[in-house]
């Protein structure tokens, strides 16, 4: 090798050593300045068996005032109905649970696995940046989101900063952001692992609302590889502390032999069985590696997507997503799959067996455990004659769980041990300037 | 000789050899943007981040809501 060429691989190793992993794109299709543009959507999603089920509208207006400096706001509507897991286990009888509100109670069948019904809620968020160049090569980016519904509230603020370097193929940027969620749950916060008590007994619960912060940092590394090939490589880590329970998700206290629920006799109205309400942790690190690659054979374009996610919770895991874009006549066809696998939390315990220590973390929410989910999906967009664009997209997902073999006892294994989902997702998007 | 294997990968990674600026018509072209349908990637964060105990990675981690 000569010396010169022995330079050069060496200069290249060190950059790239520099470099190591985006907030910002080096390749941004160029909106029109001076005009606004329009991005908006229609969405229903509906689980499978009177689940939750969410009617949601967004509305996306761009408006790019020239040199690049650009203002964006999203503003989203959320109605939620329907019912969610509640995590006590399913038993050969009927069980009877205190609402969250305290002022009421419900029975689930025999059999079922017991769902939470009383869940109706309302959201609206707030999202806005605006981005601009700081100088030749550099973009600065600062925004801020607002969401409420009826039990908590967000707000959030976040600034990166991307450098372009090798001709803008290569673009560097490190991100913060930092918000604060309020929680105020209904009916009170319930003293974690404390027992589900009578409707009208609110001595576990403790009024006010309780917060969480999250900062998240985030290191992108985008590289155009060729003329038709561009990589992006994202490490973030997060960080969250303070009120992380799930002021709503139980454990059931079972029976060491039969695994049933523990019977208890309600005074009046109320649980006729041995709930306990969950505790987590009170910090969370989360890190993540995101990897995607966009490339064009010719006309249609592939898109790849693979994400890796550690917890200091003891969840690990992987998102693999591919999308293909297919030109068809005025518009396009684009067939998309997404696999997602987690392993369980440390911490998740898909009941509490009596008798034995009351672990100080316990939680029997399934988004905790360990699942799998699949969507399978499919995107139609047709260009208009005006240059506006409408598109719709349809997805079906699904998530298959499992409890780990050790954590069944006795009857459970006769039973459905994790409430499995399937959802369909409609969208509707219209995209128009003015 | 092994320093340049090692390289390799990493000198591709950098793009060593940069796309000229008249070479974009491709990376130009709005399907090409790696951020070209960002509603749909925010619906679809939104609703992975209540159903699954992971989220971010492509942006921040989202989330805002309580999502029960």
Known sequence: MKDTDSFNATLAAATCALLGSSVATPVVAAEEAGRWSFDSTLLYYGESDDRVSDVSAAVSALRNFGDDRKLSATLTADTLTGASPSGAIALDRPQTFTSPSGRAAYTTSAGDVPLDDTFLDTRFALNASWTQPLARLYMFSAGFGFSTEYDYTHLGANLSLARDFNKRNTTV?????????????????????????????????????????????????????????????????????????????????????????????????????????????????????????????????????????????????????????????????????????????????????????????????????????????IKYGHDTSSGNEWSIRAEYYQQNGSVPREQIVGNQANREQYPDLSAVIVQFGYRFKL | MKKLVLCLPLLALAGCAAVQPWERDVLARPDMSLDNAPLDAAIDDHIYFSKEASSGGRGFGGGGCGCN
């Not at chain 1, 069985?273 to 009170?282: H, I, K, N, T, W």
């Not at chain 1, 989360?286 to 997507?305: C, N």
């Not at chain 1, 316990?362 to 989910?373: E, H, I, N, P, V």
Request: proline share 6%; no cysteine; charged share 20%.
């Open chain 1, 173 to 377: 940027s490190a991100g913060v952001a930092y918000s604060q969620d309020d929680i105020d749950p209904v009916g009170g916060r319930p003293l974690p692992l404390s027992q589900m008590l009578d409707v009208g007994d609110n001595s576990n619960k403790r009024d006010g609302s309780e917060s969480k912060d999250v900062l998240d940092l985030l290191l992108g590394f985008t590289q155009v590889l060729n003329r038709t090939t561009v990589l992006r490589v994202n490490y973030s880590y997060s960080d969250s502390s303070g009120y992380l329970n799930d002021p709503y998700k139980l454990l059931s206290v079972v029976d060491p032999v039969t695994g049933d629920t523990l019977t208890r006799t309600p005074g009046g109205l109320g649980p006729d069985g041995v709930y306990l309400f969950e505790s987590r942790p009170d910090t969370r690190t989360k890190q993540s590696l995101y990897t995607e690659v966009k490339h064009s054979f010719g006309a249609p374009v592939m898109h790849f997507a693979y994400r890796y996610m550690t917890d200091d919770w003891g969840i690990d895991s992987h998102t693999g997503e591919v999308r293909l874009r297919w030109p068809l006549g005025d518009g396009y066809i684009e067939p998309q799959l997404r696999y997602y696998t987690q392993s369980a939390a440390d911490f998740y315990h898909a009941s509490l067996v009596a008798g034995t220590a009351v672990p100080r973390y316990a939680s029997a929410d399934f988004r905790l455990g360990d699942f799998d989910a699949t969507t399978v999906g």
